[in-house]
């Protein structure tokens, strides 16, 4: 299609229906994104011839994924992880180029093909690698830490090749010169921009904040972005280095959040992009006419580019597992390969036909990547003995820490929520335990003597070393809908009767966690507009019970754990003598009194309590009319006071 337009309906199109098909088949949206782009490109379908223009603009993708890795890693930390950067990322580098240039040259290529297929080979997608390790909540784990650390140092490595590649050609002296001005520029940016940028940051940030502009504040964040960038590239380094460097500069101030949640947009969508770009380089043509060759590479990026990681990140004091788990992650071909094979393909040092080779070898070793990573666990556990050992460790340090705890309250997670939730319970002397995967907050919790330790919440092994079937409830204290649907799945097989409650940041996922089988979904951006609202209506001069009233008829609405919480007080009378009601579950087992009865039947109502919803494998929790017939397996909520919640209990299982 030559009219853009039109490129761009079907390019969105097949966008969409593809990564809602990867989505329904439980794959990553980058796998739908490259499968997009290899069926409309040029090499297949044809429907979007490729074009300059639509890579540049997909680059910019890769540019704020950097910048968003920036505000992660800020000087101090990079300074911290020195040791992973400078020592593992560049024995990784170096001995890869190494390799692949001996390689090319037993092949019978000059050293200046192998030097630019070394180079190439050596990186790895940081696209891809960041974005499915923050999916699998990862980034904070040993291997995370490696990969991110190889992958700065690959970033760093861009630069240098991207000065070297092109000056091959020239004779000795004229190649030195270059390199050595390349060289002087490189530094003279650096320390300008860690040294002068670092002091005007933050107050250029509070002055714009000042304006209390939204968009101004938008516009500025892109200005710095890109500025820097394009400040990197003016001296002979690359876009992706400086917007990194401009995140490392903005995390150092207090506007490092907002920022990071204005950037993640277009950084999300020109990613899509930039993956579509990448899918429409593979050349079927090629893949067909040197299968062999492309075989060949991909055995060496996949296996033997997994493995030597491994080996180096052993060498640097790793455990097996960590090490393999790290190698895994970065065995594919990068981004950076197609810039690099890009530029010595121009500058005529690599035959056009080899040049295509490596190019469909890196997409394939990408489109891979989502599955390797999928399956990373069971293959650590296959290959490598000890970290069965060392999960059985963890494991029993988890099950020794809950094995006296009976009757509390399992937390997935313990961010600010999950401590605050922590401190609540904690004055209510109601136990609790909780789990994270930021070994930091996991270290300093643990230090001052609270019930958290390191683990994955989504896994089943995890939960019931933290004491799931003894636990009173299970509470998501982080906003992330496709986490707290495990959690819902493992929870639902093994305790269908315990009460889960989850957090997340809007409504538009409270029918689907329901339908999982959550007790109950709170709604940040609901809680947030209730406690504006009623703080507005008090300071109108609104009576308080009326506001109170208010706002429980909205929750009412909503929280279906909230209806006939309040049905029967006394709004302005304190009874606090009195037994307030509370929600209880029953889980009815085989042969249990209550099966095959209509509700009605029950005589519930006798006893002062109320059935307030129902729970059935494969349905949404309902309120069950009176004619409704219980199952083997239903989950009764019933609300009532103890003595009356105690008889129903009795009356169901047992039938008196």
């Not at 690959?154 to 000795?172: E, N």
Request: glycine share 8%; aromatic share 6%; hydrophobic share 55%.
């Amino acid at each position: 299609m030559s009219d853009p337009l039109s490129s761009l309906l079907l390019l969105l199109t097949a966008a969409v229906l593809m990564v809602v098909i990867c989505r329904s088949a439980k794959l990553p949206a980058m796998f739908g994104y490259l499968l997009v782009g290899m069926l409309i490109g040029p090499h297949a379908l044809a429907l979007i011839a490729s074009s300059d223009e639509a890579t540049h603009l997909a680059e910019f993708g890769v540019v704020f994924l950097m910048f968003t890795l920036g505000l992660e890693f800020n000087l101090a930390k990079l300074n911290a992880m020195r040791r992973i950067v400078f020592g593992l990322g560049a024995s990784q580098v170096v001995t890869t180029a190494l390799l692949v240039c001996a390689g090319a040259l037993l092949g019978g290529y000059d050293w200046k093909v192998g030097l630019a297929l070394g180079g190439a080979l050596a990186m790895s997608s940081t696209a891809m690698v960041s974005k499915l390790l923050t999916e699998r909540a990862e980034l904070n784990a040993p291997h995370g830490q490696n990969a991110i650390g190889i992958l700065l140092f690959q970033d760093l490595a861009v630069v240098p090749l991207l000065i070297m590649l092109p000056v091959l050609g020239r004779p000795g002296e004229e190649m030195l010169w270059a390199l050595g001005l390349a060289a002087v520029k490189i530094i003279c940016v650096l320390v300008l921009l860690l040294n002068l940028g670092q002091r005007l940051m933050r107050p250029w940030f509070n002055l714009v904040a000042k304006q209390r502009s939204s968009e101004l504040f938008m516009l500025n964040v892109l200005l710095v972005t890109l500025g820097i960038a394009w400040l990197t590239e003016l001296a002979g380094l690359s876009l992706a280095l400086g917007a990194f460097l401009a995140g490392m500069l903005i995390a150092e101030t207090e506007y490092r959040y907002q920022v990071e949640d204005d950037i993640r947009p277009f950084r999300d969508l020109l990613l899509g992009l930039f993956f579509v770009t990448v899918g429409m380089n593979l050349d079927f043509s090629t893949l067909a006419s040197q299968w062999w060759l492309v075989l060949l590479t991909l055995l060496f990026l996949l296996p033997g580019k997994v493995l030597l990681i491994a080996l180096l990140a052993r060498l640097f004091g790793n455990q097996p597992g960590p090490a393999l788990r790290t190698g895994f992650a970065l065995g594919q071909g990068g981004e950076f390969a197609f810039v690099l094979l890009a530029l010595v393909s121009g500058a005529g040092l690599m035959p056009a036909g080899l040049n295509q080779v490596m190019i469909a070898s890196v997409v394939l070793s990408m489109l891979a990547t989502p599955f390797v990573l999928q399956y990373s666990d069971k293959l650590v556990l296959r290959f490598v003995a000890s970290e069965w050992m060392s999960m059985a460790a963890s494991l029993h340090q988890i099950a020794v820490r809950t094995m006296e705890s009976q009757g509390h309250v399992v937390l997935c997670g313990y961010g600010r929520s999950g401590q605050s939730l922590a401190r609540l319970l904690n004055q209510e002397d109601i136990p609790f335990f909780a789990l994270d995967l930021d070994p930091e907050k996991v270290r300093e919790a643990g230090a001052a003597g609270e019930s958290v330790v390191f683990g994955d919440a989504a896994k089943r092994e995890v939960l019931m070393a933290a004491g799931l079937m003894r636990a009173r409830a299970l509470v998501v204290t982080y906003a992330d809908t496709h986490s707290a649907l495990k959690i819902l799945d493992l929870v639902h097989k093994l305790r269908p009767e315990l009460p889960v409650i989850v957090r997340t940041h809007d409504d538009t996922d409270i029918d689907t966690l329901k339908a999982a089988g959550a007790a109950e979904v709170v709604a940040e951006i609901l809680e947030g507009s209730l406690m504006l609202a009623s703080h507005t209506l008090m300071m109108l001069g609104v009576p308080l019970n009326r506001v109170l009233k208010r706002i429980r008829s909205v929750r009412e609405a909503r929280y279906q754990m909230f209806r006939g919480f309040f049905r029967g007080t006394v709004e302005d009378q304190d009874d606090s003598d009195r037994p307030l009601p509370r929600l209880h579950t029953v889980l009815l087992v085989s042969g249990s009194a209550a099966i095959d009865k209509p509700i009605e039947a029950l005589d519930l109502a006798g006893l002062h309590v109320e059935v307030k919803s129902l729970r059935r494998k494969n349905m949404r929790p309902m309120q069950p009319a009176a004619d409704f017939v219980l199952n083997e397996g239903d989950v009764l909520v019933l609300l009532g006071e103890p003595e009356g919640l105690a008889a129903a209990e009795m009356l169901l299982l047992q039938g008196n």
